[in-house]
């Protein structure tokens, strides 16, 4: 068994997600995310936010990526060479966010309104937009993986951070933080319209672009994945949120609800990275002529 | 980094001959490759490249050990080899002594190397009831070739040393290409597709070749000879034959040609489910673009029609001319040093000896210098055996010998089992002794192989772990002590006497690792020489070549060819086939294992870990079996599961079951040799008249879903 | 001067030397195989089996020299495309972004060693010396570069020198690989491919393989043969005496 058919079919790439790939998705994911929040928070002028975003890029988002690497201690070699590729760009992307972020955190604090504070909230603007697009540029690029293969990617990959970013600014509002509440909500409500909107086009172009994409979504679908999908990306991630997000317009919610709401939409963005990473395939090696 | 060197040896890993270069530093192998200035050009396969991991194996035998709980219960003491000596010598002796030496048995399996020896110490002892697997692989061939060439070999001339290669290739129920066993044949023949013409391919299955040959045959398992009868038909019946060498050189051509009449194309497609122009197709490519050769299978060897099979098949040749000549098949001539076989022939086998022989009233083409396998068995379970006291060496007959719940109750009753191999597996489970072997990389000893026309040094590369001991070292200390009048100070002066004919001394060869009589020195046409017979002629009464055999008129069996539906088929047993509609073949080999070898050793095991049956898509749809599902096959001696593969290539309404294979990761004493070994399957009461061969590739079975097996 | 090979399909009976040859090239760790053996049939009317013979392709265009973010892995002078194992930091971009799936990342599971918690043969030790394998950096086929330098230098030609010869090349029984440079017109891999209508895996990726397959019929050498080549073979192994 172990030859014949191997690469015949449809493989999926299992290194970025299986076993101490998770590590990978976790990530992927909290980039997106922590990238999303500052960005929200810049818009809402949060310091809670800010604060939060760099904690999950800087201790989540660069921890796991860490931890991914089989070699860690040469991770200095990553970050000395920008010119080769998305994945040495995305780290020294993390790094000046951390940096830049830092500065910008204690200059809001000390400074607020200083020349330099905007300058530093400007440049961690660009670098958490940054973290939140990279990783799906290095999908995109993936030339073995037609899945991946759209200009569609990254752009659904940020969209989900902000998405993400709105939630959590809605959470940090209920929690007495010093957002908008209505207009984090108003936020979340649009990006989620828009977020579904995007994976709907994103599926329906994959659909078309290769019989291997074609099994990505088959897979996705129905196929060992589409719990995840059904579940985790369309009931958590757009269903219930949206539910709980446009039943908020028309009258009073418990904030538990909206916190879970906030909580499902966390998932559906995990669920969401998880099946792009998990169902990513690679044509087969030597196809069989039909 | 300490002492480097490399060694020149010669593989057996299968049954070997590709030359070796093992590099050592410190006593340790750590580099393997082939020997490029040797016949095979410096390439290796799978198996014999990982023989770093078989020398290295943690489960090798070290010791000798004797049985201390019940037969088969698997509690072993370590013992010296005196005492295992001194056991061996009582026992066989008391045997001896009691019943007669021909209640003892040697059995062999079919690698390692040790023909010579087991043959010698069993006549050297007084008995013939030698067991092989060779009534199932090569022995008929050898007998029937013997019926043309005297000492019964007849080999594809792939090497041009005539001045032509073949044109015509037929790859008979073959692969040589991967069959496993002959690796150094392989890589001639696979050179030799450079220059053929024509490949037909004769096989229920598709193989790689068959997808890109002339032409391909996808026969009906064991309905071979009437294939061949048809393609002999045609190549009579329209003049096709080669006038010269029939009216000069062959006897009873007319007879062949009446007996010939009732196969035509059309009754063997009926018979073969092949279409008749296919037929035709074949047989005059093979009559018209000469010269040709046959590449004969075993799994032609394991029906039990087999000795008219071959028999057609050898008439094929005949009647096209294609014997002796350069390019078609030939009987190749030893190099100086003589016939192998000479060792152990220079004691005859006595009267006595051969009434002894077990199953030589039945089978008297097989049962002549061998005993028959099942025969032996049959006797141990009915209480009359006429072996008491069996020593094994390599061979696990309790998984290659048919129906094993059989072979594994007859076992049990033998009064005393010795068993030497290189790792505890299901025959050395049952033995009262066990003996550890060495490997091919760690003795000094003299490899011939099948085409005779060489022999090859296997120069020890390093020493055997802790007290194993080459297999010719067993049989000379056991043959000291039983019959010392035939055995040697040590295995150097054996050596030598085996080189003594081509004045050599064992120090020479093991220096030139390869002594042959190739190109210009081989000798074609030799029945136009004196060769055989002075004036010329063939070594058979007639002095022709014989289509129409006085020999096998004298033993009782028919001299012409004919067919014979096997025991088990649709058509002989069309009621059985209601319960068990599919045709089963056990002979599904991988090019990594040899026989039940190997599937202890990480790298080879790694290729592919569960057996593996094969099956049409269709034929799995309509049991309900998919792809990579384990799946029972049953027949009606048992049941086993293998793991199902969907292969378009294979015939419909077949099954192809993967061939001797047992886990050797399995607990003691069996290994799992229940679970997935085919011959759980097959039947010992149907056997070829002339050999015995019972039928492993054409069986009815049928298969169904198992639960998965983890 | 670009290394490349030819695998004829119509040579390749399955037998998995390759495979093994390569481990003991280079010393493989049990739970990796540079090489790969993709078997296939085609079914249908006219049904083809095929082994695909496959290991790194040595791409001109290579995605995983693109991607890699630490210049571990690059591109040689002589087409070769070389992972150094000091620099990896094992990111496995470059495992995902390979389309032909050549790369495979060494974690501690694939070295257990070829017995797992029994012993580690002498063999494995002996090549823990020679053959640095790191556990989290990634490998493949590296067309037997050390054999090619090693050759070369003696001023042995790849594919014509079995000292400089990949050891795939040098053990395949059907000499279903062939080697050689794919710069010069006369090398035998150029001569095959352009008779043999070479073709590439996925020539869609525009990533350039420097292995080519080959396919084709068995027989139709239509004249008798006569040639030297046995008798050549013969002289070359010095016997007959
Ligand atoms: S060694 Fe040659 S014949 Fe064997 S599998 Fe590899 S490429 Fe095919
Ligand atoms: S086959 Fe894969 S690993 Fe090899 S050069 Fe091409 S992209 Fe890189
Ligand atoms: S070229 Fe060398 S490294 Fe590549 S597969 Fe062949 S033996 Fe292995």
């Not at chain 2, 005492?83 to 061996?88: F, G, Q, R, S, Y």
Request: with cysteine; net charge neutral.
């Amino acid at each position: 068994m172990e030859t014949h058919q191997w690469m015949i079919n449809y493989t999926r790439q299992t290194e970025w997600i299986d076993r101490r790939g998770i590590f990978l998705w976790i990530a992927f994911y909290t980039g997106g995310l922590g990238g999303g929040l500052y960005l929200v928070s810049l818009y809402f002028n949060s310091l809670w936010g800010m604060l939060i975003s760099w904690l999950i890029i800087a201790v989540i988002k660069g921890g796991t990526h860490l931890a991914y690497l089989g070699k860690p201690t040469r991770f200095w070699r990553i970050v000395t060479r920008p010119q080769t590729s998305w994945l040495a760009r995305g780290f020294i992307f993390v790094m000046l966010f951390v940096i830049f972020g830092a500065i910008q955190l204690v200059l809001t604090y000390w400074q607020p309104g200083s020349a330099a504070e905007i300058v530093f909230k400007a440049l961690g603007g660009i670098m958490a937009f940054a973290v939140a697009l990279y990783t799906g540029i290095i999908l995109k690029n993936m030339k073995g993986v037609p899945f991946w293969n759209s200009a569609l990617l990254p752009i659904l990959f940020v969209l989900c951070g902000i998405l993400g970013g709105f939630g959590l600014s809605v959470a940090i509002a209920l929690a007495g933080g010093d957002v908008n509440l209505s207009a984090a909500e108003m936020g979340s409500r649009i990006l989620l319209v828009a977020n579904a909107l995007v994976i709907i086009i994103y599926l329906l172009q994959a659909d078309h672009r290769e019989t291997v994409g074609r099994q990505s979504v088959i897979e996705q679908l129905r196929g060992h994945s589409a719990p995840i999908f059904w579940i985790g990306i369309v009931a958590l991630g757009i269903v219930i949120p949206l539910t709980i997000a446009f039943t908020s317009l028309y009258t009073e919610i418990a904030s538990g609800l909206i916190i879970f709401g906030v909580a499902c939409e966390i998932i559906g963005g995990l669920a969401l990275r998880y099946n792009v990473l998990k169902v990513g395939a690679y044509k087969p090696l030597v196809a069989k002529p039909q | 980094m300490g002492e480097r060197k490399i060694i020149k040896t010669t593989c057996k890993s299968c049954h070997g001959g590709c030359g070796v270069l093992a590099t050592v530093e410190d006593g340790v192998i750590v580099h393997i490759e082939g020997n490029p200035e040797s016949p095979t050009s410096g390439t290796m396969c799978s198996k014999g490249l990982s023989s770093i991991q078989h020398v290295n194996h943690p489960d090798r035998l070290l010791y000798p050990q004797k049985r201390v709980g019940e037969r088969g219960e698997g509690k072993w003491q370590r013992i010296s080899w005196n005492e295992a000596l001194d056991t061996i010598e009582q026992k066989m002796k008391e045997s001896i002594a009691k019943h007669g030496a021909t209640s003892i048995a040697v059995s062999q399996g079919t690698g390692r190397g040790y023909n010579e020896y087991t043959h010698r110490f069993a006549r050297s002892i007084g008995t013939a009831n030698i067991i092989t697997p060779g009534y199932i692989c090569h022995s008929p061939r050898l007998g029937l070739y013997g019926l043309v060439t005297g000492y019964g070999r007849l080999y594809c001339d792939y090497h041009g040393w005539g001045g032509e290669f073949p044109m015509t290739q037929i790859s008979w129920a073959k692969q040589l290409e991967i069959s496993s066993a002959d690796g150094e044949m392989a890589v001639w023949f696979l050179n030799s597709l450079k220059h053929v013409k024509n490949l037909i391919v004769i096989d229920p299955r598709e193989t790689a070749l068959s997808s890109r040959a002339t032409l391909w045959l996808q026969i009906r398992p064991g309905t071979d000879a009437a294939l061949a009868m048809a393609m002999i038909n045609v190549i009579i019946n329209e003049g096709l034959i080669d006038k010269e060498f029939v009216e000069k050189w062959t006897y009873g051509f007319d007879k062949l040609r009446e007996r010939v009449q009732e196969y035509t194309p059309e009754r063997a497609a009926e018979i073969t489910w092949l279409k008749a122009e296919d037929i035709v197709k074949a047989a005059r490519l093979f009559a018209i673009d000469t010269p040709g050769c046959i590449q004969i299978g075993s799994s032609l060897e394991r029906q039990a029609n087999c000795g008219q099979t071959l028999r057609a098949i050898i008439c094929l040749l005949g009647v096209t001319g294609n014997i002796e000549r350069p390019g078609s098949m030939i009987s190749w001539v030893p190099p100086d040093t003589g016939q192998r076989e000479d060792f152990f022939t220079e004691i005859p086998i006595t009267d006595e000896m051969r009434k002894g022989i077990v199953g030589s009233d039945k089978y008297k083409m097989g049962a002549a210098r061998t005993a028959h396998s099942d025969s032996v068995i049959k006797q141990l379970l009915n209480g009359d055996s006429v072996v008491k006291v069996w020593f094994s060496v390599g061979g696990q007959q309790i998984l290659h010998l048919a129906n094993t719940k059989e072979v594994m109750q007859a076992l049990k009753n033998l009064e005393f089992l010795i068993h030497a191999d290189q790792f505890m597996g299901p025959m050395a489970e049952i033995a009262d002794i066990v003996l550890p072997a060495a490997h091919w990389l760690e003795i000094d000893d003299i490899f011939d192989m099948h085409p005779r026309f060489m022999i090859e040094a296997h120069n020890r590369v390093v020493d055997p772990p802790g007290e194993a001991w080459q297999d010719s070292k067993i049989f000379n200390e056991i043959g000291k002590r039983i019959a010392p009048k035939y055995w040697f100070e040590n295995v150097e002066k054996m050596l030598d006497y085996q080189l003594k004919k081509g004045n050599m001394t064992w120090k020479d060869f093991s220096k030139k690792v390869i002594h042959a009589r190739m190109g210009k020195d081989q000798i074609y046409y030799k029945y136009k020489t004196d060769f055989w017979r002075k004036g010329g002629g063939f070594p058979t009464p007639s002095g022709k070549m014989e289509l129409y055999s006085t020999v096998l008129e004298n033993l009782g069996y028919d001299p012409l060819p004919y067919f014979q539906e096997p025991g088990e088929s649709p058509v002989s047993t069309p009621e059985l086939a209601k319960e068990y509609p599919l045709i089963l073949s056990t002979g599904y080999r991988q090019p990594f294992y040899f026989l039940s070898q190997y599937r202890n050793i990480p790298w080879l095991r790694s290729f592919q870990k569960d057996p593996v049956m094969q099956i049409h898509p269709d034929t799995a749809k309509e049991y309900g079996i998919e792809d990579g599902d384990w799946a029972w096959i049953e027949s009606p001696r048992g049941k086993i599961k293998q793991k199902a593969r969907l292969f378009p290539g294979i015939l419909k309404g077949m099954v192809m079951a993967t061939a001797n294979c047992f886990y050797p990761e399995m607990p003691a004493p069996l290994h799992g040799l229940l679970k997935s070994n085919p011959n759980v399957l097959t039947n010992n009461n149907h056997c070829d008249p002339m050999y015995g061969s019972p039928d492993l590739t054409c069986l009815l079975c049928k298969v169904y879903k198992a639960e998965d097996d983890k | 001067m670009r290394w490349g090979m030819v695998v004829d399909l119509s040579k390749c009976v399955r037998c998995y030397a390759c495979l093994a040859a390569c481990r003991i090239e280079h010393f493989l760790p049990m739970g990796i195989n540079w090489p790969k053996l993709v078997a296939m049939d085609t079914g249908g009317d006219d049904p083809t089996v095929s082994t695909y013979s496959v290991r790194c392709n040595q791409c001109k265009d290579a995605p995983c020299v693109e991607v890699c973010p630490t210049g571990a892995t690059q591109q040689r002078e002589d087409g070769i495309v070389s992972i150094d194992q000091d620099k990896c930091v094992g990111c496995r971009y470059c495992v995902v972004a390979c389309p032909y799936q050549n790369r495979t990342f060494l974690s501690k599971d694939k070295d257990q060693g070829f017995f797992p918690g029994i012993i580690q043969t002498d063999f494995e030790k002996a090549g823990k010396k020679l053959y640095k394998h790191q556990v989290g950096t990634t490998e493949k086929c590296n067309f037997c570069a050390e054999r090619i330098d090693a050759g070369t230098a003696k001023g042995l030609k790849p594919g014509v020198d079995r000292e400089a010869t990949p050891a795939c090349v040098n053990t395949c029984p059907a000499r279903a690989l062939t080697f050689g440079d794919l710069d010069d017109p006369n090398s035998e891999v150029s001569r095959l491919i352009s008779e043999k209508k070479g073709f590439q895996l996925h020539p869609e990726y525009n990533t350039d393989p420097s292995v080519y397959f080959i396919d084709g019929k068995i027989g139709q050498s239509d004249e008798k043969k006569v040639d030297d080549e046995p008798q050549k073979e013969l002289k070359a192994i010095g016997v007959g005496d």
